[in-house]
């Protein structure tokens, strides 16, 4: 069966037979794992996943792909090491298909939701994965380690449960079709909800953050007051400049150049 690539599932398959290697490589893949695949596309990465785990759930939503790989992986199917389920990742439950079951995220995903997947898998279902080995843009790769020294929400917003790691850059050639950008693989590694001990801490970290970065040319100091004034906490306006001497913050500092262990205890003394 030939199949036509579709844009709009952000459909660039993988060609580069290092970069699968370093996938595996990066996510130390055992016999044990259980892997979950998010766009298995024709395979390319299922079958290395195949040949390294123990088990792989394998999410696509193109029904014309998923009729490829029953018929690519009918054996593996039939002994139930591989399980294809048709649908749309953003709606897939780890938390029933996955209950109580230590798993992987290993995956090249769709670069439209790139965002949303790192979100959900991190912060919104409960049982996350231990860890997760990304084919990404690069820009975005490059953001999420801070390689430039610059933070950012989504650096941020990853850092608060686990340790990224820039793995390498994947050209734009090693892809059918051709995308306009580069690539990189990262591994997001000690997955954790361990620093947030309360929902309300989770709640607050990210309300800083947010409003720390919500206007880029106001300096952080700057920003954070909207914080207070929104909610009418203003019996702690001076608390800002408390904090910032506190834990010796330039007030002239921007959101981007303050480091995650800052942010935390930023936020701790609010
Ligand atoms: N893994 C394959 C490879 O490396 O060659 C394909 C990667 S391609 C970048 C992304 C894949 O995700 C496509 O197969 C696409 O159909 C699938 N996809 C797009 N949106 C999806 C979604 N919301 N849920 C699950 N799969 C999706």
Known sequence: MTHQAKKSMGQNFLKS????????????LCGKDVVLEIGPGKGALTEKLLEKSKKVFAIEMDRDLVTILEERF???IKNKKLKI???????????????????????????????????????DVKNKPT??????????????VARDGKESILSL??????????????????????????????SINNISNELFKEKSDEELFFRL?????????????KNLEDIQIKEVRLPYIN????????????????????????????????
């Open 157 to 186: 917003s990853v850092k608060a449960y686990a340790t990224p790691k820039y793995i390498m850059k994947v050209h734009k050639r090693f892809f059918s079709p051709e995308p306009k950008v580069d690539s990189a693989i990262i």
């Open 17 to 28: 037979k290092e970069a699968l290697f370093k996938m595996c490589e990066a996510s130390s």
């Open 131 to 144: 860890l997760m080995t990304l084919l990404v843009q690069k820009e975005v790769a490059e953001r999420i």
């Open 85 to 123: 389920v048709e649908g749309d990742c953003l709606e897939f439950k780890p938390d029933i298909y996955l209950k109580n079951i230590s798993y992987k995220i290993i995956a090249n995903i769709p670069y439209n939701i790139t965002g949303s997947i790192i979100r959900k898998f991190l912060s």
């Open 74 to 76: 009918k054996e593996e």
């Open 209 to 221: 953050i947010k409003t720390g970065f919500a206007h880029k040319r106001k300096v952080l100091r």
């Open 239 to 270: 608390k800002i400049d408390e904090i910032f001497a506190k834990l010796n913050i330039n007030p002239k500092a921007r959101a981007e150049d303050i480091k995650f262990e800052k942010w935390i205890q930023i936020s701790h003394l609010f």
